[in-house]
């Protein structure tokens, strides 16, 4: 019985990376599997076990996708420190990077990420550490009247996750980010068009609706754009007030979209 208790728990400690850079990469799921694994490699919970890489990883892994993403990050830091040539190292500098993403510190989560791709480059998980770079550009998208860099950022992190792997899990949902900041950079366009027709300044307005209908046919502003450069066109600038010729500066239905959790097959808030 002992023999195979202890054949089990080897089973699943040497399952324990396969299983969570696959089924668990994309983040915070499975938390019930977690609980079930831990259950087969701890089998008594009050039992006194010793600190392992194995366990650090575990552990870690645990409060990660139970929300305590502090002390994870804190248990990956220490499994990196004392074992970093453990088997489960790399599995704590993904996840080390994933614990900074979910805390919403994404400047630092890029960093991790990066060095992540840098120092493993042929990895499985490079699909996933290349959306996720993209979505720490995504989700630092400002309203229309502020820098459009996280968003010309966030297009070229998912369009060289698209090019280099187009057959990954994470194509579709990252051509809908590159699609919505797409729908952005033209909504600021509009905006700095409106605040030239507003100041009189017609030969600028029309330069920036024009680049919106050369750079941005399909966006959603695209109706709009049109209809203000035909007016600034026939010499007929538009005598409604300034603000109503704006897009809302929330983005509402933007920044809905943004504030969505992708993950391979789901679209959860």
């Known amino acids: ?37 831990a259950r087969i490699v701890w089998p008594y919970e009050n039992a006194a076990r010793p600190e392992t890489a194995e366990s650090l990883a575990m552990d870690g ?41 979910y805390e919403k510190d994404y400047d630092e989560a890029l960093l991790l990420y990066d060095e992540f791709e840098k120092n493993h480059p042929t990895n499985e998980a490079i699909p996933y550490v290349l959306f996720q770079i993209g979505m720490c550009h995504y989700r630092q ?3 229309i009247d502020r820098d459009t ?32 900041a797409n729908d ?24 920036r609706l024009e680049y919106i209908l050369t750079q941005f046919p399909e966006v959603s502003i695209v109706p709009e754009a049109e209809k203000l450069l035909a007016a600034l066109r026939s010499g007929n600038p538009p005598k409604r ?19 969505f959790d992708f993950r391979p097959g789901t679209m959860k808030r």
């Open 184 to 207: 952005f950079l033209a909504n600021h366009e509009f905006y700095v068009a409106t605040f030239y027709t507003k100041t009189g300044e017609y030969d600028q307005a029309m330069e």
């Open 61 to 101: 892994l645990n409060d990660l996708n139970h929300g305590e993403y502090y002390s994870a990050l804190a248990t990956f830091e220490k499994l990196k420190d004392r074992y970093p040539f453990s088997r489960f190292s790399l599995l704590a500098e993904l996840k080390s990077a994933d614990c900074k993403y």
């Open 141 to 143: 998208i400002d309203t």
């Open 1 to 37: 019985m002992n023999r195979n208790i202890s054949r089990i728990r080897a089973i699943a400690g040497n399952s324990l990376i396969i299983l969570f850079s696959g089924v668990m990469l994309a983040g915070l799921s499975g938390c019930a599997a977690l609980d079930q694994l």
């Open 149 to 180: 860099k996280t968003a010309t950022d966030a297009i070229t992190a998912f369009s060289r996750l698209n090019q280099t792997f187009p057959g990954s899990s994470y194509f579709v949902e990252a051509e809908k980010r590159i699609k919505t």
């Open 241 to 259: 007030t300034f603000r109503s010729w704006l897009p809302e500066l929330s983005l509402s239905d933007l920044k809905s979209f943004a504030s």
